[in-house]
DNA sequence: CAGTGAGCGAGCTTCCGCTTGACTT
């Protein structure tokens, strides 16, 4: 007897595999493998909204080989991922396979080989609910995106998109801009008193005047303030010590990963997503290619029982038994999470960050070592603080001050999560103080500060917010921002967000036109509706029966009322050579460049030059930074097409020893720096010594493995 | 390695959510 087994990643159908032994063979659907088509809506919305679907390009050869193996099988189980995605391409796999056996249908949440037999011996219907939840929240996307972009395409600009979380996404990114632009930056004063304890000094800070917040909001209240206090004394009035305890932050999900990446490690969300994907994957680590961390997209800080047993022995055994918390840590979910799959956390604490250094690129070691200390420290005992706060009387103003003191280290022994912004934290002990004594002071320092506005979005204060009102899923935050900035919605700058001109406008029709779906809290009724229907309780027909009418009255409201917009390009500030009109920015198929604001009469175009202060030392020229039409950075000089110096890497002011060309500096991988000649004919060719010992081994592994898929994939072609 | 934007109106763009690669120096 032969089972077919089909899960969606193919890393987790290897792993399954050797846990099911011979008798069943384990294949991946490479996620969805059947959807609406792409180039029609695909939806009857005259007839209920049927909806039409067919196989994705590009997943013909995969249904094949999974059609091949479920004829050599007797029995097939669709372990697709336990979630309402999961349901859905297990429903769709049925059909397409046509499985005559009613229960098929296997999930487990856990890979072990003791859940996974469990969940093979169990099998159950598909959750026809389930698979219609998911299909209203489809069909509903699908709505919405393509009933609205063509919209935008006619009204604006064509190639532009809006969706249900893209542009609630931009609108975000918009609203910040717009309070920041609103804000009004207020003057306040604070004071703090230097007092003389007679055993050290004290900082403490005036916190209330007359039994009020104090209100100094310019340099002549501070002045009067000053001069009310010269004649006072400062006597402690009251002092409270307090024991504090602060525990651990659960481990990552994929929102908090990329939030953490983001601000410890300064990577965008589409690189973190890159390098987890490599540490969940396999890398070989001497011993072979083991997979280092779990699945990297997930909303579950959900923790194996196994898991969680392994890190209390590494933590008992590295720090000692006060550093385990008696009863484990076990961390709640927030909000709406479907829990598919666990926690990112290292497959095994026992191979530790240092442990693995060798065999792993810089970025893939830095990123390991924040998913293997966030997930140890989320194991541990809570720090405890020992905290002093004193309150300082002069005349009716009250001073604070306070210090605190770590006791008890426990998790932060290894890890603390990182913050958006820059929290003052009291640190230190106070000298020992006694009430009702008098301080005399040293000085006072009266300083003037501005009220700051709210700061833009980064990649991790987005993906946060996008998560808090439960728009997008792990597996969509990174393309998301990748589609916003790609229609030039937003642009990132120096890692923060900000609207562009384009985003604004059309932020703002679909403002005027579309409000409800760009609610922030249009999502969480749509998913309260979907939970309707995974429990049964209403037809999926009528989540799209209910929507779509008042839809429809705002598009042909739209269709007829919105107005043809031309973004007005942003001005460049240069003068056309040609003609003398400005020059301003324009959007091409190549991204931004220049062109002269008289076209048609003038067309006369520039790309975009970023100097970098280098000289050509060809022909004097400055060097200046462009892109290819791909995308990629290179340098060339000023006096192209005069001079046809180019490279790749930022050049110096320095020619090569060997064939006299202008030398580069390349950034290695590894963060360091590589002196290069970009001439392909220089007879020096590489310096071979750098070569042979810096490249690092672990490239070579990915290399051979993606070789070998490679292999196996176009055998299973033939 | 260095392009491009209108309209003329071919044929196309576009959504969200599951997955992994395919190209690069």
């Given at each position: 007897?032969?089972?077919?087994?089909?899960?969606?990643?193919?890393?987790?159908?290897?792993?399954?595999?050797?846990?099911?032994?011979?008798?069943?063979?384990?294949?991946?659907?490479?996620?969805?493998?059947?959807?609406?088509?792409?180039?029609?809506?695909?939806?009857?919305?005259?007839?209920?909204?049927?909806?039409?679907?067919?196989?994705?390009?590009?997943?013909?050869?995969?249904?094949?080989?999974?059609?091949?193996?479920?004829?050599?099988?007797?029995?097939?189980?669709?372990?697709?991922?336990?979630?309402?995605?999961?349901?859905?391409?297990?429903?769709?796999?049925?059909?397409?396979?046509?499985?005559?056996?009613?229960?098929?249908?296997?999930?487990?949440?856990?890979?072990?080989?003791?859940?996974?037999?469990?969940?093979?011996?169990?099998?159950?219907?598909?959750?026809?609910?389930?698979?219609?939840?998911?299909?209203?929240?489809?069909?509903?996307?699908?709505?919405?995106?393509?009933?609205?972009?063509?919209?935008?395409?006619?009204?604006?600009?064509?190639?532009?998109?809006?969706?249900?979380?893209?542009?609630?996404?931009?609108?975000?990114?918009?609203?910040?801009?717009?309070?920041?632009?609103?804000?009004?930056?207020?003057?306040?004063?604070?004071?703090?008193?230097?007092?003389?304890?007679?055993?050290?000094?004290?900082?403490?800070?005036?916190?209330?005047?007359?039994?009020?917040?104090?209100?100094?909001?310019?340099?002549?209240?501070?002045?009067?303030?000053?001069?009310?206090?010269?004649?006072?004394?400062?006597?402690?009035?009251?002092?409270?010590?307090?024991?504090?305890?602060?525990?651990?932050?659960?481990?990552?999900?994929?929102?908090?990963?990329?939030?953490?990446?983001?601000?410890?490690?300064?990577?965008?969300?589409?690189?973190?997503?890159?390098?987890?994907?490599?540490?969940?994957?396999?890398?070989?680590?001497?011993?072979?290619?083991?997979?280092?961390?779990?699945?990297?997209?997930?909303?579950?800080?959900?923790?194996?029982?196994?898991?969680?047993?392994?890190?209390?022995?590494?933590?008992?055994?590295?720090?000692?038994?006060?550093?385990?918390?008696?009863?484990?840590?076990?961390?709640?979910?927030?909000?709406?999470?479907?829990?598919?799959?666990?926690?990112?956390?290292?497959?095994?604490?026992?191979?530790?960050?240092?442990?693995?250094?060798?065999?792993?690129?810089?970025?893939?070691?830095?990123?390991?070592?924040?998913?293997?200390?966030?997930?140890?420290?989320?194991?541990?005992?809570?720090?405890?603080?020992?905290?002093?706060?004193?309150?300082?009387?002069?005349?009716?103003?009250?001073?604070?001050?306070?210090?605190?003191?770590?006791?008890?280290?426990?998790?932060?022994?290894?890890?603390?999560?990182?913050?958006?912004?820059?929290?003052?934290?009291?640190?230190?002990?106070?000298?020992?103080?006694?009430?009702?004594?008098?301080?005399?002071?040293?000085?006072?320092?009266?300083?003037?500060?501005?009220?700051?506005?709210?700061?833009?979005?980064?990649?991790?204060?987005?993906?946060?917010?996008?998560?808090?009102?439960?728009?997008?899923?792990?597996?969509?935050?990174?393309?998301?921002?990748?589609?916003?900035i790609n229609r030039n919605y937003v642009a990132?700058?120096?890692?923060?967000?900000?609207?562009?001109?384009?985003?604004?406008?059309?932020?703002?029709?679909?403002?005027?036109?579309?409000?409800?779906?760009?609610?922030?809290?249009?999502?969480?009724?749509?998913?309260?509706?979907?939970?309707?229907?995974?429990?049964?309780?209403?037809?999926?027909?009528?989540?799209?029966?209910?929507?779509?009418?008042?839809?429809?009255?705002?598009?042909?409201?739209?269709?007829?009322?919105?107005?043809?917009?031309?973004?007005?390009?942003?001005?460049?500030?240069?003068?056309?050579?040609?003609?003398?009109?400005?020059?301003?920015?324009?959007?091409?198929?190549?991204?931004?460049?220049?062109?002269?604001?008289?076209?048609?009469?003038?067309?006369?175009?520039?790309a975009i030059l970023i100097p970098t202060n280098?000289?050509?030392?060809?022909?004097?020229?400055?060097?200046?930074?462009?892109?290819?039409?791909?995308?990629?950075?290179?340098?060339?000089?000023?006096?192209?097409?005069?001079?046809?110096?180019?490279?790749?890497?930022?050049?110096?002011?320095?020619?090569?020893?060997?064939?006299?060309?202008?030398?580069?500096?390349?950034?290695?991988?590894?963060?360091?720096?590589?002196?290069?000649?970009?001439?392909?004919?220089?007879?020096?060719?590489?310096?071979?010594?750098?070569?042979?010992?810096?490249?690092?081994?672990?490239?070579?592994?990915?290399?051979?493995?993606?070789?070998?898929?490679?292999?196996?994939?176009?055998?299973?072609?033939?």
């Amino acid at each position: 007897m032969k089972t077919l087994v089909i899960v969606e990643s193919p890393t987790k159908a290897k792993t399954i595999s050797k846990m099911l032994g011979r008798n069943y063979a384990v294949k991946s659907s490479f996620g969805h493998v059947r959807d609406l088509p792409k180039s029609t809506l695909g939806v009857d919305v005259e007839n209920h909204f049927e909806p039409r679907y067919i196989t994705i390009r590009g997943k013909g050869d995969v249904l094949k080989t999974l059609k091949d193996e479920a004829k050599k099988a007797d029995r097939i189980l669709l372990a697709s991922d336990p979630d309402r995605e999961g349901e859905a391409i297990a429903w769709h796999l049925r059909e397409h396979l046509r499985v005559t056996e009613e229960k098929c249908r296997i999930e487990f949440n856990e890979i072990t080989a003791e859940a996974v037999k469990r969940a093979a011996s169990t099998p159950r219907p598909i959750d026809m609910d389930r698979v219609e939840a998911q299909q209203a929240r489809r069909i509903l996307d699908r709505l919405v995106g393509y009933k609205i972009s063509p919209l935008l395409w006619k009204k604006v600009k064509k190639g532009l998109s809006a969706g249900r979380v893209q542009s609630v996404a931009v609108r975000l990114i918009c609203d910040r801009e717009e309070e920041i632009r609103n804000f009004i930056s207020e003057e306040y004063w604070t004071l703090a008193a230097h007092l003389d304890s007679g055993k050290g000094p004290v900082i403490a800070k005036l916190i209330k005047q007359a039994g009020k917040k104090p209100r100094l909001s310019s340099q002549d209240d501070m002045q009067n303030l000053l001069d009310y206090l010269a004649d006072k004394s400062y006597q402690v009035k009251s002092i409270q010590q307090k024991e504090k305890k602060r525990s651990a932050a659960p481990p990552f999900t994929t929102s908090t990963l990329q939030q953490e990446a983001s601000r410890r490690l300064g990577m965008v969300t589409r690189k973190t997503m890159q390098t987890a994907q490599q540490l969940y994957e396999g890398i070989n680590v001497g011993s072979g290619v083991v997979g280092l961390i779990t699945y990297m997209r997930t909303d579950s800080v959900r923790i194996a029982g196994q898991a969680q047993e392994e890190a209390r022995a590494f933590v008992t055994e590295k720090y000692g038994k006060d550093y385990v918390p008696p009863k484990p840590n076990i961390y709640a979910s927030r909000g709406r999470t479907q829990e598919a799959h666990e926690a990112i956390r290292p497959s095994s604490v026992a191979r530790t960050p240092g442990e693995v250094k060798p065999f792993l690129t810089p970025l893939q070691y830095k990123l390991y070592k924040l998913i293997w200390e966030r997930f140890v420290a989320s194991q541990m005992s809570p720090a405890i603080m020992d905290t002093v706060s004193v309150d300082i009387s002069a005349g009716v103003c009250l001073f604070k001050a306070s210090g605190s003191v770590v006791r008890f280290a426990g998790f932060m022994q290894v890890y603390i999560e990182g913050q958006d912004k820059e929290e003052e934290e009291e640190s230190g002990l106070l000298p020992p103080l006694q009430p009702e004594q008098i301080l005399p002071l040293i000085k006072l320092d009266p300083k003037q500060h501005f009220t700051q506005p709210p700061p833009r979005y980064t990649d991790a204060t987005l993906v946060k917010a996008l998560e808090e009102l439960g728009v997008g899923r792990p597996s969509t935050y990174a393309p998301t921002i990748d589609t916003i900035i790609n229609r030039n919605y937003v642009a990132r700058e120096a890692k923060q967000f900000y609207p562009t001109e384009l985003g604004q406008v059309v932020l703002s029709l679909l403002m005027e036109y579309f409000e409800s779906i760009l609610d922030t809290g249009f999502t969480a009724g749509m998913e309260s509706r979907l939970d309707l229907v995974e429990e049964g309780d209403l037809p999926w027909r009528q989540v799209l029966e209910d929507f779509y009418p008042p839809f429809y009255e705002a598009l042909q409201h739209a269709e007829a009322e919105m107005e043809k917009i031309v973004v007005a390009p942003e001005e460049s500030g240069e003068a056309c050579e040609k003609c003398g009109k400005p020059m301003v920015y324009r959007m091409g198929a190549y991204g931004r460049f220049l062109a002269c604001s008289g076209f048609p009469d003038c067309r006369n175009t520039k790309a975009i030059l970023i100097p970098t202060n280098v000289k050509c030392l060809a022909c004097g020229g400055n060097i200046v930074q462009r892109k290819t039409k791909t995308g990629r950075i290179f340098y060339g000089c000023d006096h192209y097409p005069g001079c046809a110096y180019v490279a790749w890497d930022l050049p110096i002011e320095k020619p090569c020893p060997v064939c006299g060309w202008q030398m580069t500096v390349r950034k290695l991988k590894n963060g360091e720096e590589q002196e290069v000649c970009p001439n392909k004919d220089c007879p020096a060719k590489g310096p071979a010594k750098p070569r042979t010992t810096r490249t690092p081994k672990e490239p070579k592994a990915v290399k051979e493995k993606k070789t070998t898929a490679k292999t196996k994939k176009t055998t299973s072609k033939k």
